[in-house]
């Protein structure tokens, strides 16, 4: 693959799969360290991408690679979710605030991978069910459900 080539598919798909990453692991710095990954080893191996069709091997290639990281890290992400810091000052609203964000987090934590995408997509990048259904590959009905789920899940988690 020539540098020209190389840059055209960086530059047109790096932000969707750092954001797909994002969607998967819900860690900023972990997505962009795997995307970053992904392209540095399409440019060592020298793989002959076409930045206009081949988008389906980009995303696969990137959750397998996310999937890989997750098997090494996982004795360190676990022991950082286990971390539980305390606040020892007596502000009710501060507290039941901080209370609240951690529950929240945690239930995206253990939310469906498909259902957190969906709705990651939704409320973070403000994105319109088409939207959604056409960057998912999936019906608009399918990210309904998906949404329903999504909602209903951190309704039960919250209360």
């Known amino acids: 693959m020539d ?65 890989s990281k997750f098997r090494r890290r996982k004795t360190e992400l676990d022991y950082t979710n286990s971390m539980i810091f305390t606040n020892n000052e007596h502000n009710d609203n501060s507290l039941e605030y901080k209370e609240l964000a951690k529950k929240y987090s945690d239930a995206l934590t253990r939310m469906g991978e498909q259902q957190r995408i969906t709705f990651l997509m939704s409320r973070n990048e403000e994105l319109k069910y088409h939207e959604i259904a056409e960057r998912l590959n999936i019906s608009v009905k399918a990210v309904e459900k998906r949404m329903s789920q999504a909602l209903g899940y951190l309704r039960k988690e919250l209360i």
């Open 3 to 67: 540098k020209e080539n190389f840059r055209r598919l960086f530059d047109k798909h790096f932000d969707a799969i750092r954001r797909y990453l994002y969607y998967r692991c819900t860690d900023t710095e972990l997505a962009s360290d795997v995307a970053q990954d992904l392209f540095a080893r399409i440019w060592e191996k020298g793989m002959d991408l076409d930045p206009d069709k081949d988008k389906a091997l980009l995303y696969k290639m990137a959750s397998d690679m996310i999937v």
